[in-house]
């Protein structure tokens, strides 16, 4: 099976920068997302790391290790609209032959002014 | 811009009762999924349906639930003698070829069972 590890707090000033770091152990490691979630709201896609290394969207960056099973979701100049939960996902091929995305239990990230 | 969409957006129902949550799965779109979110806790993952079967399913998804593709865009989720714990925020997603991690979430149906 999967399972991710992620903080379930944080609280940053509007402006700053905040890193979310989630570890994982899983096998038929296929990638890591970043989906984010407001309060009623669905998950929605932010972004997908297969390789190591950054990959940089707008204000978003997120950072995976294949080597160390981590990777971060950065978010730089905060603004109050990023206060929402924040979850990382492995995707794995379970071994069934299936694509199967597993969730971590989410951050819920605070913006505060 | 193509969306996933469920109905109904929240259904209450009685304990025992069996009820049935629908989804439009976009289109061209040839894998899908139901997850559930119990108010305050993490995504989990119900089952994937693939070329009109499932693919896999969680320890979650028991003899209580079923999944079916009825017709060429319909996908549904009938949870039968509905208990208590059956509450949560029942999610549909689908997702296209290749693995690119995105999966479309519709807005989910809120379950509440009395």
């Known amino acids: 099976g999967q399972s991710l590890e992620q903080p379930s707090e944080v609280t940053a000033v509007e402006g700053a920068i905040v890193q979310i770091n989630c570890t994982y152990q899983?096998?038929?490691?296929?990638?890591l997302s970043w989906y984010q979630q407001h309060d009623g709201g669905a998950p929605t896609f932010l972004s997908y790391?297969?390789?190591?290394g950054l990959e940089e969207t707008g204000r978003f960056s997120s950072f995976l290790s294949r080597s160390d099973s981590y990777g971060y979701l950065l978010l730089q100049e905060l603004q109050m609209k990023d206060s929402a939960s924040y979850f990382c996902?492995?995707?794995?091929?379970?071994?069934?032959?299936?694509?199967?995305?597993?969730f971590g239990k989410g951050t819920k990230l605070s913006v505060i002014p | 811009e193509p969306e996933v969409t469920q109905t109904p957006s929240h259904q209450v129902t009685q304990m025992g009762q069996e009820v049935i949550l629908r989804c439009v799965p976009i289109?061209?779109?040839?894998?899908f999924y139901w997850y559930r979110q119990i108010l305050g806790q993490k995504v989990e993952f119900l089952v994937s349906?693939?070329?009109?079967?499932?693919?896999?399913k969680s320890e979650i998804f028991d003899d209580q639930f079923s999944v079916e593709r009825p017709d060429g865009s319909n996908f549904t989720l009938k949870i039968r003698s509905t208990k208590l714990e059956d509450s949560a925020m029942y999610f549909c997603?689908?997702?296209?070829?290749?693995?690119?991690?995105?999966?479309?979430f519709g807005e989910g149906s809120r379950l509440t069972v009395l």
């Open positions: 997603a689908s997702k296209g070829k290749g693995y690119t991690g995105e999966l479309f």
């Open positions: 899983t096998s038929g490691f296929y990638g």
């Open positions: 790391n297969a390789l190591d």
């Open positions: 996902a492995v995707s794995a091929n379970s071994g069934a032959g299936s694509y199967q995305l597993t």
């Open positions: 289109s061209n779109h040839l894998y």
């Open positions: 349906f693939y070329n009109n079967e499932i693919s896999e």
